[in-house]
């Protein structure tokens, strides 16, 4: 499987994402049949329009995380340009022309998106188009900054991560939970940008004050 996400936003790249996935699945190229490929966006509209144009059995990801436009926009700033219910649209017209059920990917944290409330307003939204969801659990990061301190994103616990899924799947809900892998070297998902960034502060702290770590 091929999933197009991470630091970088797919549709804001679309021309060589899009290159990239017809050489992946050309026969001429690596030959990766189109249900194996995924293309995973914030919500950018205009991208998701395109993307729907381009005839290709691709499997699309939505970076949801949050059920409602005020709790998104907290966490996701694109959601005050791009906000859910005209990103609900545009899935809707990409599964028209596809029949390619959307993925929702849902990071849970602690007290903020993991409550008894936001599952129902989960379901309600899952329940407007045919989809399924990716439930990923938060990995703690011992670096936050200023943004992320006012947040307070913590992890919710594996407890609290099951009662919300089962929540989700008494109402029929598809659920996937992701599993966790690399945590301990701080590898697991959205540790890398973090470890790089506090790596470049020590380095700076290191060259500033011409400290000897040898």
Not at 159 to 175: A, G, P, S
Request: proline share 4%; net charge positive.
């Amino acid at each position: 499987n091929i999933v197009f996400m991470g630091m970088g936003e797919p549709f804001w790249n679309y021309k060589n994402v899009i290159s990239a996935i017809k050489i992946l699945n050309s026969e001429n190229g690596l030959n990766i049949a189109a249900r194996k490929i995924s293309v995973s966006t914030c919500g950018i509209i205009p991208g998701i329009e395109k993307f729907t144009e381009e005839n290709l059995q691709i499997n699309l990801a939505i970076s949801l995380h949050a059920p409602s436009d005020a709790l998104r926009s907290r966490l996701m700033p694109i959601n005050k340009k791009y906000p859910l219910n005209e990103i609900l649209h545009a899935l809707a017209y990409y599964y028209s022309k596809t029949k390619i059920r959307i993925t929702f990917e849902y990071i849970l944290f602690r007290g903020m998106n993991d409550r008894d409330e936001d599952a129902e307003k989960l379901i309600k939204l899952s329940k407007r188009i045919p989809s399924k969801m990716n439930i990923i659990p938060f990995h703690a990061i011992t670096f936050y900054s200023e943004k992320e301190r006012i947040l307070k994103l913590r992890p919710s616990s594996g407890k609290r991560i099951d009662e919300f899924v089962e929540i989700l799947r008494q109402q029929n809900v598809t659920v996937f939970v992701r599993s966790s892998a690399g945590e301990d070297i701080d590898a697991a998902c959205g540790q890398l940008a973090v470890r790089h960034e506090r790596k470049s502060k020590r380095e700076t702290l290191i060259q500033a004050h011409n400290i000897n770590v040898a």
